[in-house]
């Protein structure tokens, strides 16, 4: 059985930075394909950025691109999100998702093409 644990998250000032993890166990674990969601208060659940292992090479959202870091440790099986100068309006609960598939460029922003999910970290950006 396969089990995504994300951490690191909490209560960050505006302009802060913190780092979020994401570690995945389980015989049946490859994960050729993982990223980070997340879902803002009110909100749909909405695409960060993920990470193939053909590539190497994150993809991310748009409007995150140059202040969110996504890194994988394919040894340790863990996937990392630093993010830096933090706004209220990254408010929201992270979620890590994996699938086994190498999903291509088009299709990583969508949640359905991930069968494997975290519990959720919640992050609050906030003075």
């Known amino acids: 059985q396969v089990q995504l644990l994300e951490s690191g998250g909490g209560l960050v000032q505006p302009g802060g930075s913190l780092t979020l993890s994401c570690e995945a166990s389980?015989?049946?674990?490859?994960?050729?394909?993982m990223a980070w969601f997340r879902q803002p208060p009110g909100k749909d659940r909405e695409f960060v950025g993920a990470?193939?292992?053909?590539?190497?090479?994150?993809s991310y959202r748009n409007s995150l691109k140059g202040r969110f870091i996504i890194s994988r440790d394919y040894a340790r099986n863990t996937l990392t999100l630093q993010m830096n100068s933090l706004k209220p309006e990254d408010t929201a609960v992270y979620y890590c998702g994996a699938t086994n598939r190498l999903l291509i460029t088009s299709s990583l922003a969508g949640e359905e093409q991930y069968e494997y999910w975290g519990q959720g970290t919640q992050v609050t950006v906030s003075s």
């Open positions: 389980g015989r049946a674990f490859t994960g050729n394909t």
């Open positions: 990470v193939k292992r053909s590539s190497g090479m994150p």
